[in-house]
Each structure stands twice: as C-alpha cells, then as structure tokens.
C-alpha cells in the first residue's frame, strides 16, 4: 500500500511516515497544499492523509480538486480537535474518514486497514466505463458491444487514467507516474508506444471512442460523435 501524508508540520508528518513504514507502508510526504496536489493527481497512491490547514492550499481545497479530477484514492482528513464545521466540510468534500489531532498512530494504522477493506471490496465491482466501451481493470478486459479484447497491464493502467479524467487532458508525467512511478527515468516515447497500441485496440473494436493528442499538453479521450 502506498500512502501520500500531507501535512505542514514535518517532524510530526517523519515520525508518522516511520511508524507506518515500519507496519510495510509505502509513505511519501508533501509539506504544503500545492505539492500535495500534484502528488495526489498522480493517482498512484492507496490512500491519501491530508491535513486541513496547509500553507499554499488548504486540505478541503485539494481534496475538492482531486475528485474534481476523478481521483477517487480514499481520503483520511486531519483535523484540529473540535473543528466540527471542518470534519462536515470535509465529508460532504469527499473525505473518506477524519481523525483529531493529536492522535495515536495505533488508531491511524487501524483505520488505514479498515480503508484498505473496503477498498479491496470495491474492487469487486470497479469497472469503469466512458462511452461504448467498459474496462475491467482486474481482468484487463476491455469491451465495447459484444466485442472485447484483453489489454496489457500498461495499457489497462493507461485507459483507467484517462477513463478517470472524463475527458480531460492527462499529461505525458502524469502517465509516466502512474505506469512506472517516480524513480524512473521511463522516456516519453514509452508513453507513445503504448497510446499507439491501446488505439489499435479501440479500432479493432470499432469503438467510437479515440484517444486525442494534444500537442505539448497530454491526451485526452473523446468520441468520434464529438459528444
Ligand atoms: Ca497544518
């Protein structure tokens, strides 16, 4: 599991990133709003510890931002004790849970477990659809009237990110984060061999979805009808 901690106060965001590196957690911190944003629109991370009061961009702004974007990584607030009006906020913003600070790292690793649960059983039912065709991240089958292919897992990966922004462009380190991570030096053209192979596959099933370049920006997916 990877998680992205957010949070301003960087001796309490270490000592937090070494518990739960210990209980075989994956932790990268951000220490303001604006870099935990870009972290986040990655959309590689499992889960998400966003603090709300944040120099640059406050928490309930990124969050509102990521799932504007279609990221849907659950989301656990940090909160000032008795900031009531900041949990309600962050809840009806798209947070998944909240916490008090100061808290525990016990009660932080149960609810991360209890995040990882119901994420798995999301899983069950996570196809995504844009358009005429439904991708199975799980399966890696992709499908578009009653004919289907199965994708790589890279190109799978790719189609969910873009399926995720509906429609909006999603830049080439966007892609290179997502399919390979940060510690890469993965070139751009790997990301256009694998645009060019997941096309191919969007024709042969006569999909009228295509996956639109926009030079110097990214991609983006549209549909043929221009709807
Ligand atoms: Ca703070």
Not at 24 to 35: F, K, Q
Not at 46 to 52: E, S
Not at 182 to 193: F, K, L, P, S
């Amino acid at each position: 599991m990877r998680i992205l901690m957010i949070e301003d106060e960087k001796y309490m965001a270490e000592a937090v990133a070494q518990v739960l590196k210990k209980n075989n957690y994956t932790v990268d911190l951000a220490y303001n709003g604006e870099d935990g944003l870009d972290c986040g629109l990655s959309d590689i991370y499992d889960i998400i510890i966003l603090d709300i009061m944040l120099p640059k961009m406050d928490g309930i702004s990124i969050l509102k931002e990521l799932r504007k974007n279609g990221i849907e990584t659950p989301v656990i607030l940090l909160t000032a004790r008795g900031e009531i009006e900041d949990r309600v906020r962050g809840l009806d913003s798209g947070a998944d849970d909240y916490m008090s600070k100061p808290f525990h790292t016990d009660e932080l690793l149960a609810r991360l477990r209890a995040l990882g649960r119901r994420k798995s059983e999301l899983i069950n039912d996570g196809i995504l659809k844009y358009g005429d065709i439904e991708l199975n991240p799980y399966t890696l089958q992709l499908q578009c009237g009653d004919k289907e292919t199965v994708l790589t897992l890279k190109e799978s990966q790719l189609l969910e990110l873009l399926i995720k922004r509906k429609g909006m462009i999603v830049s080439k380190e966007n892609i290179i984060e997502k399919l390979w991570g940060y510690d890469t030096d993965a070139e751009d053209n790997r990301v256009e061999i694998h645009v060019s192979l997941l096309r191919k596959k969007l024709a042969q099933l006569d999909s009228g979805i295509y996956i639109h370049t926009i030079r110097g920006a990214g991609y983006a997916l549209k549909t043929k009808d221009g709807k």
